[in-house]
DNA sequence: GTCTATACAGCGATAGAC
DNA sequence: GTCTATCGCTGTATAGAC
């Protein structure tokens, strides 16, 4: 609980990871401060060097949360729903979820700044991502195989077109902050892979 | 020539203009300095100030330049190309050179950073994509009609589906290098529109 | 058109008191 | 666990010489 450099413990560390993880996400890795999660939580910037010795290790917690979170909600959905269209819905929820609150993907903002971040930082970004398309190429061949999606070509590919749609969607989107934008297109970037071609 | 502020002109101020392009689309608004742009062309951070007043004055010129090209880019095809489909696959094109040069499209690296940004240049920025979904919109409405391509729904909803996966792709394609995961998810956007479904 | 010099704010970070 | 105080660095920007 009194661990530096642990992003884990007391209600304090929680609150700040609360606060960076919402900055990150609407500012980016390089437009935010110490400053700014130290004034909207009431405390000082050195308070937070005790909690995080650096913003690299506040950034490296961030995304081993959000990894985390991510992939327990991948397991809740493979648990509970059995079919492979169904979980490709679920997985697009996920998203949509984040683009409902108007903020980025933690890990497609930090895509984005990624030639800037520290190298462990640039790798867990990686991670997410790699994480990510493993899972969906599952559920696209699933789905092809028992006929409840239809795509030509790898599912690999087709993978990554539903990742890259999804991220940068939801990168427009932001921009009018318009949300049925980005549901609009999820719902065309679906549709291309359900079963009766569209 | 020499007005200050002014993104026209002199040598070293196309030379100002071409680093700190590369800078954004490499690092973002928030990832460079005029340090850095100094260093690079080895003259000194004061001389920048007389090209361009200031950091935002240099981006709103960035943008500008950006988009004059990119609309001209369209312009040509619209001129050049007859057939809906094909002038598609051009506007893919363009987006592949952007990838090919391990760089992301300048106004998607703004779109991420919108939130930090001087509001002449989120107005601009915006421009750029309301500009480009508009284009993309008449083209797939005219393949629609001429039966090079096939889709269900409104052509707003696809376009903002092919504008936004063009992004996300590039995005996530910048991580590791991989230009061939760009081409490939591009592949599959647009097979997702091919008049036989795929 | 570019320079030197400088101002001034902000950053991340550390030391040490409480 | 949070504070004050301070360091060193970098950032943008300006004034004025050349």
């Known amino acids: 609980m009194t661990d530096r450099t642990n992003g884990n413990g007391s209600a ?3 609150r700040i990871l609360d606060v960076a993880e919402r900055l990150v996400q609407t500012r980016g890795y390089n437009g935010f401060s110490y400053g700014d999660i130290a004034t909207e939580l009431g ?5 937070l060097h005790y909690h995080f010795a650096g913003k690299a290790e506040l950034g490296q917690a961030l995304v ?3 990894a985390t979170r991510f992939a327990a909600a991948l397991a809740h959905v493979d648990a509970t729903v059995p079919d492979a269209a169904a979980r490709l819905q679920r997985y697009v929820d996920l998203y949509t979820d ?6 980025m993907c933690l890990c497609g903002m930090l895509a984005a700044e ?3 971040l520290p190298e462990p930082l640039q790798q867990a970004v990686c991670a997410f991502f790699k994480s990510n398309t493993a899972w969906l190429r599952r559920v696209l061949d699933e789905g092809r195989a028992d006929g409840s999606l239809a795509f030509t ?9 539903v990742l890259g749609g999804l991220e ?14 980005f549901r609009a297109a999820a719902a065309r970037l679906l549709a291309g892979l359900a079963p009766v071609p569209a």
């Open 168 to 181: 940068g969607a939801m990168l427009i989107a932001r921009l009018d902050g318009d949300v049925s934008r």
């Open 43 to 47: 405390i000082t910037r050195a308070a």
């Open 98 to 103: 984040v683009a409902d609150d108007n903020r």
């Open 12 to 14: 304090t560390t929680v």
């Open 114 to 116: 990624h030639r800037t």
């Open 64 to 66: 081993d949360r959000y």
């Open 153 to 161: 070509g790898t599912a690999e590919d087709s993978a990554a077109m």
